[in-house]
């Protein structure tokens, strides 16, 4: 197996465990992340995350939401260099959340790092999404 077919059954892990992710179930993204303090995440949603803990936390609030979504990868492409690998491509499918449905078009880069042998997710960055802003919008209680 080629390096970078290895990163590529490592992205296919990734999207799997995100795909879990769109139906309530984020557990299985930690089998794929770097749990690192440097590991980071800008997500459809906005923000920046930093750190293991603080990653993790944006998927558990996202998966308590999340329903029958479904996500995958179309126009990947993968680059290594020594024990780092990037990939970009376009996210496309749909999520409902919180009852509101969504859909998934966005651009999106993420970048793998070797650790004892196996690739995994340090960063993570989509384009953001005026649809998924939106939803979170409406569930914000009102201010005043």
């Not at 992710?21 to 980071?40: C, E, F, N, P, R």
């Amino acid at each position: 197996m080629t390096t970078e077919d290895e990163v590529r059954k490592a992205s296919e892990q990734f999207y799997a465990a995100l795909n879990r992710m769109t139906k309530g179930d984020s557990g299985a993204l930690a089998d794929i992340w770097s749990h690192g303090a440097a590991v980071t995440a800008m997500h459809p949603i906005g923000g920046r995350e930093v750190g293991w803990d603080a990653v993790r936390a944006s998927f558990d609030r996202v998966a308590q939401l999340a329903s029958d979504g479904r996500v995958e990868l179309k126009d990947q492409l993968i680059r290594v260099a020594g024990n780092v690998a990037y990939e970009t491509g376009v996210e496309h499918g749909q999520v409902t959340l919180a009852g509101y449905d969504a859909t998934i078009e966005h651009r999106v880069t993420n970048i793998y790092q070797q650790e004892g042998g196996a690739w995994r997710l340090v960063h993570h960055h989509t384009d953001t999404s005026p649809a998924m802003l939106d939803i979170l919008s409406r569930l914000q209680p009102p201010s005043g």
